[in-house]
C-alpha cells in the first residue's frame, strides 16, 4: 500500500496531475466566473512555467550540478549502480531494455572496463506488475556490455530509494565494505548519495545521465532573440525534465521528514 501512495499522491503535485486538478476545479466552480477564471489561470501559468526549457534547465541544473564527476575517479572495490534505467522485456520484445536513465549501465559498464572498481553491486526489486527485478535485468544487459557475471552482486528486494540504501549495507556489511562509488543519474545523486551515507557509506559519486549539460546550458542562454522565444514555448521534453527535478525536490522533502537522509 505504501508503494502505491508513494508513488501516486506526488503525481496529484507535479506539473500535469496539477494542471489537471485546477482545470477540474474551473469546472466545478463554473457558476462562480471569479474562482472559474482564477483556477483556470493557475493551471495555465502552472503548465506554461513548467514546460518551457530555460526553468526546465534551470531546475535539472539546480540537482545536477550538485555532485559533478570527479576526474580521475579512484578505484573503489565496490560500485554500488543503483536500478531505474531498465525495461522488462516481455514479448515480443526480446531482452531487458534501456529507458531514458539508461546511461547508468553504460556509465557503471565504462568504468568497469577502466578498471574503476573490482565489483558492481547492482540493486533493484520487482516492481508492481514485473516478472522479474530490476536487479536481474541490470544483470542481463551489463553482461551484454562485457560485465563478467561473476563481478556482479544482485539485490533484488529494493523498491525504492531507501531500501537501495539500507539493503545494499546489509550486503557489504558482511564483507566490511564502508567505502562505495555510487552510480545513478546526475538529478537523483543528491538524494542518493544522502541516504547512502545516513547509512554509514563514504560515498564518492559518480553521476551520469545529465540533462543540463555544458552545451546545451550555454546555448540556451546565448540564442539570439527568437531562439529565446523559441525555448518560452510549451514542449513536451522541457516539461519532463521539469516535472523528474520537481519530483526529486519532493523525494528530498520527504526523505527527510521521515529521516531517511
Same mark, same amino acid.
Given at each position: 500500500?505504501?508503494?502505491? =501512495?508513494? *508513488?501516486?499522491?506526488?503525481?496529484?503535485?507535479?506539473?500535469?496531475?496539477?494542471?489537471?486538478?485546477?482545470? &477540474?476545479?474551473? =469546472? &466545478?466552480?463554473?457558476?462562480?466566473?471569479? =474562482?472559474?477564471?482564477?483556477?483556470?489561470?493557475? #493551471?495555465? /501559468?502552472?503548465?506554461?512555467?513548467?514546460? !518551457?526549457?530555460?526553468?526546465?534547465?534551470?531546475?535539472? *541544473?539546480?540537482?545536477?550540478?550538485?555532485?559533478?564527476?570527479?576526474?580521475?575517479?579512484?578505484?573503489?572495490?565496490?560500485?554500488?549502480?543503483?536500478?531505474?534505467?531498465?525495461? $522488462?522485456?516481455?514479448?515480443?520484445?526480446?531482452?531487458? #531494455?534501456?529507458?531514458?536513465?539508461?546511461?547508468?549501465?553504460?556509465?557503471? $559498464?565504462?568504468?568497469?572496463?577502466?578498471?574503476?572498481a573490482d565489483q558492481l553491486l547492482i540493486t533493484g526489486g520487482t516492481l508492481p506488475g514485473d516478472d522479474s527485478s530490476e536487479a536481474a535485468e541490470m544483470a542481463q544487459i551489463l553482461t551484454?556490455?562485457?560485465?563478467?557475471?561473476?563481478?556482479?552482486?544482485?539485490?533484488? %528486494?529494493?523498491? !525504492?530509494?531507501?531500501?537501495? #540504501?539500507?539493503?545494499?549495507?546489509?550486503?557489504?556489511? @558482511?564483507?566490511?565494505?564502508?567505502? &562505495?562509488?555510487?552510480?545513478?543519474?546526475?538529478?537523483?545523486?543528491?538524494?542518493?548519495?544522502?541516504?547512502?551515507? *545516513?547509512?554509514?557509506?563514504?560515498?564518492?559519486?559518480?553521476?551520469?545521465?545529465?540533462?543540463?549539460? %555544458? $552545451?546545451?546550458?550555454?546555448?540556451?542562454?546565448?540564442? !539570439?532573440?527568437?531562439?529565446?522565444?523559441?525555448?518560452?514555448?510549451?514542449?513536451?521534453?522541457?516539461? #519532463?525534465?521539469?516535472? !523528474?527535478?520537481?519530483? @526529486?525536490?519532493?523525494?528530498? /522533502?520527504?526523505?527527510?521528514?521521515?529521516?531517511?537522509?
Open positions: 500500500m505504501y508503494f502505491f =501512495l508513494s *508513488k501516486l499522491l506526488p503525481l496529484l503535485f507535479l506539473p500535469l496531475g496539477l494542471t489537471t486538478t485546477l482545470i &477540474i476545479l474551473s =469546472l &466545478i466552480f463554473y457558476k462562480k466566473a471569479y =474562482l472559474s477564471r482564477l483556477f483556470l489561470g493557475l #493551471g495555465f /501559468v502552472v503548465l506554461l512555467l513548467s514546460s !518551457n526549457t530555460p526553468f526546465a534547465l534551470r531546475l535539472a *541544473k539546480s540537482l545536477e550540478w550538485q555532485h559533478l564527476p570527479e576526474s580521475p575517479i579512484e578505484p573503489h572495490e565496490v560500485m554500488v549502480v543503483l536500478g531505474g534505467g531498465t525495461t $522488462a522485456g516481455y514479448f515480443p520484445q526480446p531482452i531487458a #531494455g534501456l529507458n531514458e536513465a539508461g546511461d547508468r549501465l553504460l556509465y557503471a $559498464a565504462y568504468l568497469y572496463q577502466q578498471g574503476i551484454i556490455m562485457g560485465v563478467p557475471e561473476a563481478d556482479l552482486i544482485l539485490e533484488d %528486494q529494493a523498491l !525504492n530509494t531507501y531500501d537501495n #540504501g539500507r539493503f545494499s549495507k546489509a550486503i557489504l556489511q @558482511e564483507q566490511g565494505i564502508d567505502e &562505495i562509488l555510487l552510480v545513478t543519474s546526475a538529478m537523483h545523486m543528491p538524494r542518493a548519495k544522502a541516504v547512502f551515507e *545516513k547509512q554509514g557509506f563514504d560515498v564518492t559519486p559518480a553521476p551520469t545521465d545529465f540533462y543540463a549539460q %555544458q $552545451a546545451e546550458w550555454t546555448t540556451s542562454r546565448t540564442e !539570439n532573440l527568437l531562439g529565446k522565444s523559441f525555448d518560452l514555448l510549451p514542449n513536451s521534453r522541457a516539461l #519532463g525534465i521539469g516535472t !523528474n527535478a520537481i519530483r @526529486e525536490y519532493m523525494g528530498l /522533502v520527504i526523505y527527510r521528514l521521515r529521516g531517511w537522509i
